[in-house]
């Protein structure tokens, strides 16, 4: 799970501006829109979400209902999206469409 694995490598205080961000979006009223300056549309077809804690960035992806399934980490370089953040955008995308056909398959978990 590369976004956890970036989130455990995180030192404390990144670690509680991740969290700080996502207890901002989990606490807003059903149909309100999370603060930009914490979530951010980094690709609209499909939706694909970015948590901003700082110069961190974790890309997210609807798997339907109320989930939401993180992805990746990136660190945030530039004002605008710039190569880095674009490619693990596109890693998000390709992951969406293998989790979205492993669950439709009924595959999502390997059984030994």
Known sequence: MPGLDAFDALDLESKAAV???FRHWADLAHGK?????????????????????????????HAGGE?????????KGKAKLDKVGKAI???TVVA??????????????ERD
Not at 43 to 53: G, S, T, V
Not at 55 to 61: A, V
């Open 19 to 21: 969290i700080a961000t």
């Open 33 to 61: 829109r999370a603060s930009e300056s914490r979530i951010n549309d980094e690709n609209d077809d499909p939706k694909i979400l970015a948590a901003k804690a700082g110069k961190h960035r974790f890309t997210m992806f």
């Open 67 to 75: 989930i939401w399934v993180v992805h990746r980490h990136y660190p």
């Open 89 to 91: 955008v596109k890693t």
């Open 96 to 109: 969406m469409a293998d989790y979205e056909q492993r669950v439709k398959d009924g595959k999502y978990y």
